[in-house]
């Protein structure tokens, strides 16, 4: 079946713009995670949800970041006034349902670019 | 903040040699899981091995964990070209997500 897309696989901006990535998670799962990955580094999370709510926001570094997932399957990571700090790779991953002994099956991610 | 530390960094073997790639994490765990990464993109999860677990094996694969010294180990045997990725250990997930290390760069020679 059909693992998690992201769109798009690559964004270039400049300064001070706004972004939006989008994930599709595969159907079905109701745990959905964004997770950022700098050079050479492991990926840091982001933001958690469990249906349609954000259960946990903790890792967003600043207002800037918001992210959305209206009815409860694709979401959205919205970046605002976007500076070259926040170039990384953006991952996506899904889960059958919450737990710490559920396997995350993760996107091919987006590679985010700040001129 | 990264849980876990994979050591080494990087490491590069023959091809059909085996490769080992150490683990430590700093807080208690339930479960500790490794994933493996081509080409900088597509994380993908190799095995899970619970804390009441010592040692798990999947094909080639096999992890063992130490939580009294915090610490697990992946083990790759019979190593071929396809296994050349990066390899991050991952602690929790549920609702806080997982927390990685900085990860192994392993490259098989031919």
């Known amino acids: 079946g059909a693992g998690v897309s992201q769109t798009p696989s690559n964004k270039v901006t400049e300064k001070g713009k706004y972004v939006e990535l989008r994930c599709d998670p595969i159907s079905g799962h109701t745990a959905l995670y964004w997770y950022r990955q700098s050079l050479g580094q492991g990926p840091e999370f982001l933001i958690y949800f469990q249906g349609t709510g954000a259960a946990d926001d903790s890792g967003l570094p600043n207002d800037r ?19 070259r700090g926040d170039s990384a790779v953006y991952l996506c991953a899904s889960s059958p349902q919450s737990g710490s002994y559920n396997e995350q099956f993760f996107g091919p991610g987006t590679r985010l670019t700040v001129l | ?34 994933y493996r990464q081509n080409s900088g993109r597509g994380l993908v999860h190799l095995i899970l091995i619970r804390s009441n677990e010592r040692e798990k094996h999947s094909g080639r694969l096999r992890v063992t964990l130490d939580t009294s010294k915090k610490s697990s180990s992946l083990l790759i045997t019979a190593s071929r070209a396809a296994d050349t990725a990066s390899y991050f250990c991952a602690t929790g997930g549920g609702a806080d ?10 490259i098989i020679q031919p």
């Open chain 2, 1 to 34: 903040s990264q849980q876990g530390e994979e050591d080494p960094q990087a490491l590069s073997i023959q091809e059909g040699e085996n490769a080992t790639m150490n683990c430590s994490y700093k807080t208690s765990i339930n479960n500790l899981q490794w």
């Open chain 1, 65 to 83: 970041f918001f992210a959305v997932r209206p009815e409860g399957s694709v979401s959205t990571l919205k970046i605002q006034r976007t500076e």
């Open chain 2, 97 to 106: 997500g997982l927390t990685f290390g900085k990860g192994t760069h392993l």
